[in-house]
Nanobody, 124 residues
Framework: QVQLVESGGGLVQAGGSLRLSCAAS????????MGWFRQAPGKEREFVAA????????RYEESVKGRFTISRDNAKNRVYLQMNSLKPEDTAVYYC?????????????????WGQGTQVTVSS
């Protein structure tokens, strides 16, 4: 069992930065693949980024490549999403997710545990 709590969301102007943090509890965090997803109003939840259990492998959705960085600190049971050069289209609720698969997972169905989400709003 893994419980996830996101923080770090907020209101930022276009071009600004935010760092999301996901605090995880549970003994299996260190072997879990982790991901960030987002859901904008009226849209389906979409994949943003993922990291494998050791932090050595990452993947990104095309529109955030070069702007967002996912990382993890297994000693602190935390996953981060550094978001730079934010755009209004990045506005969404951002969710942290954990998978029983230790590698990279891209779809919502591959993740068993979810946080409650944190709102990110980017103004133009």
């Amino acid at each position: 069992q893994v419980q996830l709590v996101e923080s770090g969301g907020g209101l930022v102007q276009a071009g600004g930065s935010l760092r999301l943090s996901c605090a995880a509890s549970g003994r299996t965090f260190g072997t879990a693949g982790m991901g960030w997803f987002r859901q904008a109003p009226g849209k389906e939840r979409e994949f943003v980024a993922a990291v494998n259990w050791s932090g050595t492998n990452t993947r990104y959705e095309e529109s955030v490549k070069g702007r967002f960085t996912i990382s993890r600190d297994n000693a602190k049971n935390r996953v981060y999403l550094q978001m730079n050069s934010l755009k209004p289209e990045d506005t969404a609720v951002y969710y942290c997710a954990a998978s029983s698969y230790a590698g990279i997972s891209y779809t919502s169905a591959q993740y068993q545990y979810w946080g409650q989400g944190t709102q990110v709003t980017v103004s133009s």
